[in-house]
């Protein structure tokens, strides 16, 4: 039970991360991302041949950070004049074409069979506890980046972002680089995804292009819509309860005498959709009303 | 160079034969116009003249079809509009366009150019002496402007919860904050009741005080007569006549090009 | 060589068909209702597994099978049209697109549990294929082009020749100008819903026709239909059509030069330039 809540622990500091760094794009600056997952698996397989290359963990992370940072840039540059519609399309289709690549191109991480046998930081210290050492690990990034944003939320550059969301033309007509900004917070959401592949890797020790589908970029989706706007204490909080939801019901397989693994999974992820639904229902409909 | 501007008063924005075309509609039309440096210009003209869409093709956020715009003498058309804002060329929205969740205050922090705080490093050293000192700076100088426009003791609402007038002000605020040379005022007055039109024109006067060139889209004769030295008057997106107020007051063609317009 | 390019014709033809229909669901609820809907790939497998249902556990005949799932496929749309989409109706373009994120999980797991992850196939009697100079092509494939053809033609018909299809047009081409002419828009908007997923559900059994169904095979096609629907033009049926050639033979032509399954990143490609390039569609899109 205890290695079950320590393995929950680690996947939800994982989704917390890259839910924060959507919220940081989306929550704040108003920028649409449905293909966080790209950035996510960037700094997995980055991070992962790093390692197994004999790369320090924390240069691992790092170099996952940056490779999903400017690819970040790079969607934000392609796609600055795009309405919200057609961003939506373009990110989505993104991360879907990152997948495709991963799949095809094996000299990267091996196709579908993916990257194994990836490398666990100071993995010999702690050889009974590891899963506990890497837990505190996980959480103390996302304190890490929980606090950046927070800071970057107070900060006058939160104000900026926040004026962005609201009206650009207004940002454009006092001096003001729109592009510039977006670009930057893009690729800063980005980056945080990335981190999070890094330790995703690490922590599984194994990763394939199947775990970065379209559905992952819906979850921290989710987390971030159940949460007030921008706010990112709600957004962890948002991951909690993504997290629990997908893996912390994995145990009620054991005690339900009906239905099979492929089943249970999917019935997870429909009572996700309906979930996705009903906070999309409860939150704007009170705009139509109001 | 210097002969010149002494002869007559120097030009700070000079418009070439601007066309623009939306779809089916010639918006504007060959436009020519300059604008005295110091002075207060009104540019009038019966709805769909085109006047709006000639700031915005000023202000960078259109590109012309043809023409050329030359702020103090250098080529600003193609600039998006950020850079022509920092050039000192700074327009208002004839709808007001406050930042709904923002406060009244932040409307106004966030103008200054460049922010230290808006920085990542400024993120990273929030607390410090140099970011907290630049905040209140910034603070300082948004509430003086407030204060001009009678806004300070609204500072800390929600700027969306303002009433239709407060954010008429307020976007004269932004734009007294921006510190600009030339200001576009795209109908500052309209839908405003009368007592706050008195104040309105008291602080464009102010602005204009300060040094800004002002242009200004207006409806109502009576501003254009207390405000301005000289009128464009523009008609089916080009210039019909220009001159002094009285001279176009008395101008036949442009009250048949009023009465036209009149349903 | 010359045979493969060919033969690339042939399938590109055929993918098309399927294609087709479900983007001019997509297109009609982008025109009309104005947001893409990312659920109605979705509604291409709900009506492959609903035909292979019926047919495989009730016994129907496939023809009539195929005809009722469409025709509840387009039902399920409509009630979910009423019972979600109709209550965000003017709450902007960004609820619409996450309530059809969340409608795409549901679909896609509900037809997951039901099927599970692996492949079926329809029970087709086996056939001959035809050789006709050097093209070859299965009755079954021939059917999906016909019946894609047709289903596009009678759309297209209804929306010429209907007093409803007349309401879409007025609502796609200029909504503010309809809703004053005293068009009741509520009535149209469930039209088109219903008319989107029987389209899609369509373009599913199609392409259960020519392949196998798998739980992915409405997401698989997704950005190629959507490629499809903004190439054609948003509300434009016969633009649906003509796209949907013009992408399927840029994906089998693509595999010339890259591996078969970049086929739909090719439409993505395809799709992004589009969007970058021309926003409004390039056969005769609206502004």
């Known amino acids: 039970m205890l290695d079950f809540l320590i393995a929950i622990v680690t996947f939800t500091a994982i989704y917390a991360v890259v839910s924060l760094g959507l919220n940081l794009q989306w929550g704040q600056a108003g920028l649409v991302n449905l293909g966080q997952v790209a950035f996510f698996a960037a700094g997995a397989y980055t991070a992962a041949i790093l390692a197994r290359a004999g790369t320090p963990f924390p240069l691992a992370v790092l170099a996952g950070m940056v490779v999903a940072a400017l690819l970040g ?6 796609t600055p004049r795009l309405r919200e519609d057609y961003l939506a399309i373009v990110t ?105 592949g890094a330790f995703y890797a690490a922590y599984l020790t194994f990763i394939a292009p199947e775990m970065f589908t379209a559905s992952v970029s819906i979850y921290v989706l989710v987390a971030v819509l159940i949460a007030a706007r921008g706010s990112n204490i709600g957004t962890v909080l948002g991951a909690v309860f993504v997290s629990v939801l997908l893996e912390g019901t994995d145990f009620i397989k054991d005690y339900i005498p009906f239905g099979t693994g492929v089943q249970i999974a999917a019935v997870r992820i429909i009572i996700m959709g309906v979930i996705l639904m009903l906070v999309v229902l409860a939150r704007y409909r009170k705009v139509v009303e109001g | 160079m210097s002969a010149d501007a002494l002869r007559e008063p120097a030009t700070i924005l000079e418009v070439r034969s601007l066309s623009k075309r939306f779809g089916g509609m010639q918006a504007v039309n060959g436009c020519s116009l300059r604008i005295a440096a110091g002075s207060i210009t009104g540019l009038i003209g019966p709805n769909g003249a085109g006047k709006s869409t ?8 259109l590109r012309p079809d043809v023409g050329e715009i030359l702020f103090d003498g250098h080529r600003i058309d193609g600039l998006p509009a950020h850079r022509v804002a920092r050039l000192g060329l700074v327009r208002t929205f004839q709808t007001p366009r406050e930042l709904r969740e923002l406060s009244v205050l932040e409307n106004l922090m966030m103008v200054p150019r460049p922010q230290f705080g808006e920085s990542l490093v400024g993120v990273m050293l929030l607390g410090s002496r140099r970011v907290r000192r630049e905040e209140q700076e910034i603070e300082k100088r948004a509430l003086e402007v407030l204060r001009t426009v009678g806004l300070d003791h609204q500072a800390r609402r929600r700027a969306a919860d303002l009433s239709g007038g407060q954010k008429k002000l307020l976007e004269i605020a932004r734009c007294m904050m921006c510190q600009p040379r030339l200001a576009l005022l795209d109908e500052p007055t309209a839908g405003v009741n009368p007592s706050l039109i008195n104040d309105l024109v008291e602080m464009i006067r102010l602005l204009h005080a300060g040094g800004v060139t002002i242009v200004i889209i207006e409806h109502n004769m009576n501003v254009v007569m207390r405000l301005c030295e000289h009128v464009i008057v523009l008609d089916r997106g080009e210039v019909m006549c220009e001159g002094t107020p009285e001279q176009i007051q008395r101008d036949e063609r442009v009250l048949a090009a009023y009465l036209g317009s009149v349903p | 060589m010359s045979e493969l390019i060919r033969q690339y014709l042939v399938s590109a033809i055929v993918i098309a068909s399927a294609w ?195 739980p992915l095979m409405g997401w698989d096609s997704l950005l190629p239909a959507f490629a499809v629907a903004i190439l054609g033009g948003l509300g434009n049926l016969m633009g649906a059509g003509v796209a949907a050639l013009i992408v399927a033979l840029a994906g089998e032509y693509s595999l010339l030069f890259v591996q078969s399954s970049y086929k739909s990143a090719v439409a993505f490609v395809v799709l992004a330039l589009i969007l970058i390039v021309r926003p409004a569609g390039i056969l005769g899109g609206r502004s």
């Open chain 2, 54 to 61: 000639v700031f915005t093709l000023i202000s960078g956020f």
């Open chain 1, 73 to 78: 840039a790079l969607v934000a540059l392609i």
């Open chain 3, 20 to 214: 087709a229909p479900t983007a001019a669901g997509i297109s009609l609820i982008y025109g009309v209702l104005r947001y893409p809907n990312f659920a109605l790939g979705e509604f291409m497998t709900l009506g492959g597994y609903l035909t292979l249902g019926l047919s495989a556990g009730f016994g129907m005949p496939l023809p009539l099978a195929a005809l009722i799932a469409v025709i509840a496929a387009g039902f399920v749309s409509l009630a979910v049209d009423q019972t979600a989409f109709r209550a965000v109706r003017r709450a902007g373009i960004l609820p619409p697109i996450l309530l059809s994120l969340g409608l795409m999980l549901i679909l896609q797991n509900v037809v997951r549990a039901f099927w599970g992850n692996g492949a079926w196939q329809l029970d087709l009697p086996l056939t001959r294929p035809y050789d006709w100079l050097g093209f070859v092509i299965t009755p079954y494939q021939l059917m999906c082009i016909a019946v894609s053809v047709l289903a596009i033609g009678a759309s297209y018909m209804v929306l010429l020749r209907t007093r409803f299809g007349k309401a879409v047009r007025a609502l796609a081409d200029n909504p503010d100008l309809a809703l004053v002419s005293g068009i009741e828009p509520e009535p149209v908007y469930a039209g088109v819903a219903f008319m989107a997923g029987l389209l899609s559900a369509l373009g599913g059994v199609l392409l259960g026709l020519q392949s196998v169904l798998t």
């Open chain 1, 92 to 196: 989505l289709g993104f991360a879907e074409l990152v997948r495709l690549i991963l799949l095809n191109e094996k000299e990267i991480g091996n196709g579908p069979s993916g990257i194994n046998a990836i490398p666990q930081p100071l993995h010999e210290l702690f050889s009974a506890n590891y899963p506990l050492f890497f837990a505190f690990l996980t959480v103390a990034a996302l304190i890490v980046v929980y606090l950046f944003n927070e800071r970057l939320r107070r900060a006058p550059l939160g104000r900026l972002l926040r004026a962005i969301r609201e009206d650009e033309s207004v940002v454009a007509s006092i001096g003001k680089s729109v592009l510039a900004f977006k670009v930057e917070t893009f690729s800063l959401g980005a980056a945080m995804a990335g981190i999070a």
